[in-house]
């Protein structure tokens, strides 16, 4: 059985996918131990509560630096003992001494195909902005490993979205959603607990 941490900054639709998905079992094999959000008053905890998950907030603003609050908060995540930590929506960065003590279990969502309309300053409604602004005709998602970088890590899972030409940034976000982000991360989240994902030379292979 895979156990996952789910970390939310806001609504949490992409939580709801991975609940749904876990009940239909869409993804099988796995436990969502806890739900854990920046932001206390993210709807994204509430959705975890409805469904009797375990869910708690841990904010840097609570704490004098960031150094207290990284080391707060990675030794709040290890008390759950998870195999896979899950960045659905989460907007604050991860610290260093997580990603090398979870090296290659922690995904992460993106709203872009990934290199394009990623980095810093990328996150949430800004990255449909700029795929607008710029005029792709195509955009999506992308499911990645965290690493040191900001959205350079291994890809696990792709999908892309048309973008219509009356598109507004939040129609668009939604369509991305909808057609790619709860699907391809559920999707990802299956494999890992079926034993499909592996990463080498820092590619991921899908399979076996
Ligand atoms: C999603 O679109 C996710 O891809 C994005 O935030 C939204 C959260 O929505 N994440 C990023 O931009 C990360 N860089 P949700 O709370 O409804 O799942």
Known sequence: MLKIAVL???????LQAIIDAVETGTISNTKIEVVISNNKNAHALERARQKGIEALCISPKDYESRAEFNKEFLEKLNTYEVDLVVLAGFLVVIP??????????????????????CGTGYYGLKVHEAALARGVKLTGA???FVDEGTDTGPIILQKAVAVEPEDT???LQRRVMEQAEWKILPEAINLI????????????????
Do not use: C, D, Q, W
Request: charged share 20%; hydrophobic share 35%; proline share 6%.
């Open 8 to 14: 939310v900054s806001g609504g949490g639709t992409n």
């Open 169 to 171: 940034p939040e129609i």
């Open 142 to 144: 992308t499911v990645h």
């Open 96 to 117: 260093e001494e997580m990603i090398a003590k979870y090296r290659n279990r922690i995904i992460n969502i993106h709203p872009s195909l990934i290199p394009s309309f």
């Open 193 to 208: 607990a079926n034993g499909k994902v592996s990463v080498e030379n820092g590619h991921v292979k899908i399979g076996g």
